[in-house]
Each structure stands twice: as structure tokens, then as C-alpha cells.
């Protein structure tokens, strides 16, 4: 079953390439890659260096990954990226190319997909991460006017 709401963060351990590989207090396990990340956030710049890199520990009682220099990761932000890489959800960016793939406004999406039209633009500004749900509704769209193409 899906996992929808971030647990916190039991162990962090730092892994080659820039990946986190993150021990959630539910259990489970996952691998963040950050690189991309890093190259493309100023703030994240010092992390190039993989020995700074390496000094990730878990920060915030839980909520956190922490780096000496007062740099953190919010817990909901490792979360919804490890979902997003696993394959479970919908970057806002790619939730956006879908439905502009598609030709559809806001509006046409959500009543595409049996959404509100809030939640199409939580999903697009990011505020809410998209769920399994939509992300394979999507998928499912995709497939029927791939059919109707043919």
C-alpha cells in the first residue's frame, strides 16, 4: 500500500552520487538521489563537496536532514522526492506537462481526473504532493487516447 504522509526520519546515511538513503520511523527505507538538486539550489552548493556531503545526520527530532553550516531538508520535501523517483507520484512539473499534453485547462483536468480545481493547483504549485491515485488516472488517460488515436 501507497504511502501518503511523511513519517519522521529514524536514521540518514549518506550513499555515493549525492543519495540518502533514509530510515523512516514507519520502517520502510528509501534512496534520494540529490544531486541534480544540489546543482541546481545555491544554498544546497556546499553539499557539492562529498565530504560535507557525508556529514548528513538526522536533524529537527526527526523532521529534518541536517549538514554542519545550518543547512536542512524538510522531511515532507525528502519524502514527496522519494515518492516522485520511485515512481508513485507526479512532480508539479510533470503533473503540468500532462495536462498541457493533453490540451486540458485547469478545469478540464480536474474534471478529467474527478478532482476540484483546488486540488489541480495544489498539485501544480506542489503544496500537495499527487497521490498514486491520480498518478495512475493519469496513466489511465493517457492510454485511452493513445487508443482512440490508433
Same mark, same amino acid.
Given at each position: 500500500?501507497?504511502?501518503? *504522509? /511523511? /513519517? @519522521?526520519?529514524? &536514521? &540518514?546515511?549518506?550513499?555515493?552520487?549525492? =543519495?540518502?538513503?533514509?530510515?523512516?520511523?514507519? %520502517? *520502510?527505507?528509501?534512496?534520494?538521489?540529490?544531486?541534480?538538486?544540489?546543482?541546481?539550489? *545555491?544554498?544546497?552548493? /556546499?553539499?557539492?563537496?562529498?565530504?560535507?556531503?557525508? *556529514?548528513?545526520?538526522?536533524?529537527?527530532?526527526?523532521?529534518?536532514?541536517?549538514? $554542519?553550516?545550518?543547512?536542512?531538508?524538510?522531511?515532507?520535501?525528502?519524502?514527496?522526492?522519494? @515518492?516522485? +523517483?520511485?515512481?508513485?507520484?507526479?512532480? $508539479? !512539473?510533470?503533473?503540468?506537462?500532462? @495536462?498541457?499534453?493533453? %490540451?486540458?485547462? +485547469?478545469?478540464?483536468?480536474? !474534471?478529467?481526473?474527478?478532482?476540484?480545481? =483546488?486540488?489541480?493547483?495544489?498539485? !501544480? +504549485?506542489?503544496?500537495?504532493?499527487? $497521490?498514486?491515485?491520480?498518478?495512475?488516472?493519469?496513466?489511465?488517460?493517457?492510454?485511452?487516447? @493513445?487508443? =482512440?488515436?490508433?
Amino acid at each position: 500500500m501507497p504511502r501518503n *504522509k /511523511p /513519517p @519522521r526520519i529514524r &536514521v &540518514v546515511a549518506a550513499e555515493g552520487s549525492k =543519495r540518502l538513503r533514509i530510515a523512516w520511523a514507519d %520502517g *520502510k527505507n528509501d534512496i534520494v538521489a540529490l544531486e541534480a538538486l544540489i546543482r541546481h539550489r *545555491k544554498a544546497l552548493a /556546499p553539499l557539492s563537496r562529498s565530504a560535507a556531503f557525508a *556529514k548528513a545526520r538526522v536533524g529537527a527530532q526527526g523532521w529534518t536532514v541536517a549538514w $554542519p553550516g545550518g543547512i536542512e531538508l524538510d522531511a515532507t520535501f525528502l519524502f514527496r522526492l522519494a @515518492r516522485i +523517483q520511485a515512481g508513485d507520484s507526479l512532480s $508539479p !512539473e510533470d503533473f503540468i506537462a500532462w @495536462r498541457r499534453r493533453h %490540451g486540458y485547462s +485547469q478545469g478540464a483536468a480536474a !474534471e478529467a481526473l474527478g478532482l476540484s480545481d =483546488r486540488m489541480v493547483k495544489y498539485y !501544480e +504549485q506542489g503544496r500537495h504532493a499527487v $497521490p498514486r491515485t491520480v498518478l495512475l488516472a493519469c496513466k489511465g488517460l493517457d492510454a485511452m487516447s @493513445r487508443r =482512440r488515436a490508433a
